[in-house]
């Protein structure tokens, strides 16, 4: 039984009975069925298209065929050898997520790597090279990127004018996708220092909700009480707390490792298309919901965070336009955690459904929303897959008299509030340079003028070294953890 489609799924037709393995099967083949159905990308509505045509060739196949899939596929970026010291530091079991997002077969040197992050010169490097230099070192995946990454996070690693906020905040999300427990002793140290930037505290209490060891536990408990810590806690960092401490319990009482599975058929529309270690699981109770009552859900002042986050990722895992206006709404509509809404722009980001346009657009114009949740939208709007033959939800304004398209929108939005004349907060001009940055290179490969096939292997213009790199198509993927493989 699908809870999306209310009815048994004819996706499934009362096959599949086996969830795990047909996970299994769909990591293997996903990439391999869109290659052969001449698509480009695996992002909503083309991955519907993908999941049918998986959902139809496992109904076709044989026991002995089906077995082949019993086995794990697409090994971690490094091989678990570190066990041991996540042992002694003290880090809950990781439990099987499914893989991860695959290594890219080609980055810079680990050096030019730590150049861009921890040189003499590199508090004053671009923002958008930065940000790549840290998603290359997360696929990457060493111990010595990680530490590099640790490094890179402390208020003081490199010169003047530093690190901003935002590069922080973001080296703090990656070292919690990472999930080694080497990082604790860094994250725990810059959330609990009250004088650093709120941003980057929340992130790293985020951080240490996901990699989930035991020795974090006290000090995200202690701040999870508004005022707590002798009043060093702000709102935004309380709830990002409590939404942690709450997934540790959900952790503790078996909730990952079982997957909470949920019973009967699993079907395409469960399976969700994201890598990312999130900070609340999807709720299985709303599979037999309609969309706008999961929405209701999320909407909902009175309900826990923690199960208003797991409504969230219930709807981004069931996808489409209408679980992204649901998720739109609360961007625009709720007033009671800045914390939540930069989670929804965050969620809309992975989704990359044009009809988010709008509400982000929204998000990121107003000047009294939070610097957090504008940022998110920002980085969301760069991330948007447009056919351009679309407007978004709404006309939007012309030019010339003319209706623009949602690529022009979008560049639009995000070159106005790229500029200090019009845009006070540094944390958004720098998420918008991000975002037009991402905007870019998915221009390039829509006029044919890099491949995913080809980019990573070659030089754009006469800049030689990893300024002139090509951006390479797993690596722009991995902010918003879209599945590559």
Not at 39 to 55: D, G, T
Not at 224 to 232: N, Q, R, T
Not at 250 to 270: D, I, L, N
Not at 427 to 433: L, T
Request: net charge negative; aromatic share 4%.
């Amino acid at each position: 039984f699908c809870g999306a489609h209310r009815r048994v799924c004819p996706e499934m037709a009362g096959e599949l009975r086996t969830a795990p393995t047909f996970r299994v099967y769909v990591a293997a083949e996903k990439a391999k069925v869109a290659s052969e159905l001449a698509l480009a990308e695996l992002s909503e509505p083309i991955n519907a298209r993908v999941m049918s045509e998986l959902a139809a060739r496992w109904k076709a196949m044989g026991a002995a065929d089906r077995a082949l899939y019993t086995a794990p596929v697409a090994p971690a970026v490094e091989a678990d050898a570190d066990a041991t010291s996540r042992d002694a530091a003290g880090a809950a079991p990781v439990a099987d997520a499914g893989p991860r997002v695959s290594a890219p077969t080609w980055h810079p040197p680990i050096e030019m790597l730590r150049g861009s992050l921890l040189g003499d010169t590199a508090g004053s490097e671009p923002v958008a090279l930065r940000m790549r230099a840290i998603y290359y070192l997360r696929s990457i995946g060493t111990a010595e990127a990680t530490a590099i990454l640790c490094e890179a996070l402390r208020k003081d690693a490199v010169a003047p004018p530093g690190h901003s906020p935002l590069m922080r905040h973001e080296v703090a999300y990656v070292l919690g996708q990472i999930r080694d427990p080497v990082a604790c002793d860094v994250l725990e140290k810059t959330l609990a220092d009250p004088m650093d930037d709120v941003m980057v505290r929340h992130e790293c209490a985020e951080a240490l909700g996901a990699i989930g060891a035991p020795r974090s536990i006290p000090l995200l408990e202690r701040l999870s009480v508004l005022g707590g810590d002798d009043g060093a806690c702000s709102v935004e960092i309380q709830q990002t707390c409590e939404v942690a401490t709450d997934f540790a319990r959900w952790k503790s009482r078996g909730g990952e490792a079982s997957g909470e599975a949920r019973p009967g058929v699993a079907c395409a529309c469960m399976l969700s298309a994201y890598s990312s270690h999130d900070p609340a699981p999807p709720d299985p109770a709303t599979d037999g919901l309609t969309t706008a009552e999961v929405g209701a859900i999320l909407r909902d002042t009175t309900r826990p965070l923690f199960e208003r986050y797991g409504a969230m990722f219930s709807l981004r895992n069931r996808g489409g336009r209408d679980a992204v206006r649901e998720l739109g709404k609360a961007l625009v509509e709720d007033e009671s955690s800045a914390l939540l809404r930069h989670e929804v722009a965050f969620v809309l980001g992975q989704m990359q459904h044009p009809a988010a346009l709008d509400s982000l657009a929204e998000a990121l114009r107003r000047p009294a929303e939070h610097s957090m949740v504008r940022h998110e939208a920002a980085e969301a709007l760069g991330a948007l897959e447009f056919d351009d033959d679309s407007v978004g939800e709404g006309s939007g304004d012309t030019i010339h008299n003319e209706v623009p398209s949602a690529t022009e929108r979008c560049r639009q939005v995000l070159e106005l509030h790229c500029t200090a004349a019009h845009e006070h907060d540094a944390v958004v001009r720098e998420s918008c340079e991000v975002a037009l940055d991402a905007t870019d290179y998915w221009s390039m490969i829509a006029n044919g003028e890099i491949s995913h096939a080809t980019e990573g292997v070659g030089l754009v213009g006469p800049e030689s070294g990893f300024k002139g790199l090509k951006t390479q198509f797993e690596v722009r993927k991995q902010h918003f953890n879209v599945r590559s493989n």
